[in-house]
């Protein structure tokens, strides 16, 4: 057998690529939509794509089975689970609990694991020609490792009204199934640390049925279902802005992208028509450099493994707009923006200096320059984290307005004080100054070093007074 785990750390994403090197077939689950991964894996070890299937219809990323199935021929086996409005809506072969799936000599047995989503499976695979028993569960974003599926998605992202609380109970009902499969079954998920789709995922990659019945946060109830959904509704990080549109995208049909594009590297004339017209532009330029000098009206989101998630928050999937960026980005960040479905790249441009624009720049301050201001009457801090995080601690009487949602809260923030802007240790701080900038806020300052940093030394002066 051959097994290989992609994961895509932008996304805390995970897809598999499996084969059987007898007949030299081989499935791929929750593929990403940059498919030359796959194709390349494929060719290097011999093997042709034959079977695509999905754990369910995802909300974080854009799934690339459609692309890999008209680049390879191969037959796409989906979840026919849920019952009206979780089907897919475009050709496939529809799979239900109890149903195989063959790949040569390897087999997939479907177990429909609904709480996440209603129409969620998981795969349990057999390695025949060594062992008629189970060795693998391929669990999508069912069970993680320390944790488990989140179930209020469909109405915090996608609007669904009411689904929260089915879901987990549906969760609590999964869970049951996957406690009586032998402990020795290696559980591989969709998605690790970082991810959107849970609370508290752990960053390794695999774990086995047996270690999570022990240490998952999620089995540990009992017969406490009540105790069980309490918890699992609790504390649920908030869900990006762009989920709506995956859920939406994954389901139906739509224009498939087989290969990664190459945008433009935009003239200075072009760049500056667009500009000028109003265009958004992202600067995915280090923080540091940005608060150093940038074009007015510009939003800092680094190029780094969040640069998807937040320009998911910021950007309109019908809309253009174009990237500040080093050339050698150019590729990186493409991927990474294909993969939530955002195509509509102007292009890239980075020389600003040429422009003749006067850049702007960013007032940065101390821990000890905000201690003087916490009693300020005329200034208002700002914390931008997720509410678990500013519910956990945050400084003095900070003001929480969420990074992904204060273009829609500008109201809840005051134009007539300093606002001192913060996060957990900057990288959110700079893309709520740059938005609050470019929507009108003059007299706005940031605390990068943030909550990590405050709380440190907040600490420290408690223990020195001890």
Request: proline share 1%; with cysteine.
């Given at each position: 057998?051959?097994?290989?785990?992609?994961?895509?750390?932008?996304?805390?994403?995970?897809?598999?690529?499996?084969?059987?090197?007898?007949?030299?077939?081989?499935?791929?689950?929750?593929?990403?939509?940059?498919?030359?991964?796959?194709?390349?894996?494929?060719?290097?070890?011999?093997?042709?794509?034959?079977?695509?299937?999905?754990?369910?219809?995802?909300?974080d990323y854009l799934c690339g089975s459609r692309e890999l199935a008209a680049a390879t021929g191969a037959t796409m086996y989906l979840s026919d689970e849920g019952g009206e409005g979780w089907l897919y809506e475009f050709p496939h072969v529809g799979v239900k609990d109890g149903d195989v799936i063959k790949v040569g000599n390897l087999s997939l047995e479907v177990m429909h694991t609904p709480g996440h989503t209603p129409e969620s499976i998981s795969f349990l695979l057999r390695d025949h020609p060594a062992s008629d028993e189970p060795v693998m569960l391929f669990t999508g974003d069912f069970v993680f490792v320390g944790d488990v599926g989140r179930p209020d998605l469909l109405e915090k992202a996608a609007g669904i009204a009411g689904t929260k609380e089915a879901g987990a109970k549906d969760m609590y009902a999964s869970l049951k199934k996957f406690e009586v499969l032998p402990d020795y079954v290696q559980v591989w998920p969709a998605h690790g640390a970082g991810s959107a789709c849970g609370k508290a995922l752990g960053s390794v990659p695999s774990s086995t049925v047996g270690y999570e019945k022990a240490?998952?946060?999620?089995?540990?109830?009992?017969?406490?279902?009540?105790?069980?959904?309490?918890?699992l509704l609790a504390g649920q990080p908030e869900p990006p802005k762009y989920f709506a549109m995956m859920k939406h995208l994954n389901k139906v049909d739509r224009p498939l992208l087989i290969e990664v594009p190459h945008h433009k590297t935009l003239s200075k004339e072009e760049f500056l028509d667009a500009y000028n017209k109003g265009m958004k532009v992202i600067d995915a330029r280090n923080k540091t450099d940005f608060a150093k000098g940038h074009l007015p009206n510009t939003i800092n989101i680094q190029g780094t493994n969040s640069f998807a998630t937040w320009c998911g928050w910021v950007l309109n999937y019908d809309e253009p707009f174009v990237i500040i960026a080093n050339d050698n980005q150019k590729e990186d960040l493409t991927r990474k923006l294909m993969r939530i479905g955002l195509d509509k790249i102007y292009g890239f441009f980075s020389d600003i200096n040429s422009l003749g624009i006067e850049l702007e720049k960013y007032e940065m301050l101390s821990y000890d320059e905000v201690s003087e201001k916490l009693n300020d009457d005329n200034v208002e801090l700002v914390d931008v984290r997720g509410i678990s995080e500013f519910?956990?601690?945050?400084?003095?009487?900070?003001?929480?307005?969420?990074?992904?949602?204060?273009?829609?809260?500008?109201?809840?923030?005051?134009?007539?004080?300093?606002?001192?802007?913060?996060?957990?240790?900057?990288?959110?701080?700079?893309?709520?100054?740059?938005?609050?900038?470019?929507?009108?806020?003059?007299?706005?300052?940031?605390?990068?070093?943030?909550?990590?940093?405050?709380?440190?030394?907040?600490?420290?002066?408690?223990?020195?007074?001890?």
């Open positions: 057998m051959f097994f290989q785990h992609i994961y895509d750390k932008t996304l805390a994403q995970g897809s598999y690529v499996i084969g059987c090197q007898a007949t030299g077939e081989a499935i791929v689950i929750d593929a990403k939509r940059d498919i030359d991964t796959y194709l390349k894996i494929a060719s290097d070890n011999k093997l042709r794509i034959t079977h695509i299937t999905e754990t369910h219809i995802h909300a240490r998952n946060w999620a089995m540990q109830f009992g017969n406490d279902e009540k105790g069980f959904v309490d918890s519910e956990a601690g945050h400084i003095g009487n900070s003001k929480h307005v969420f990074v992904g949602t204060i273009e829609k809260h500008l109201d809840d923030i005051s134009k007539d004080k300093e606002v001192i802007v913060y996060c957990q240790s900057g990288d959110r701080t700079t893309i709520a100054h740059s938005l609050l900038s470019k929507n009108g806020f003059k007299n706005v300052k940031s605390y990068s070093p943030g909550w990590a940093e405050w709380s440190q030394k907040e600490r420290a002066k408690e223990l020195s007074h001890a």
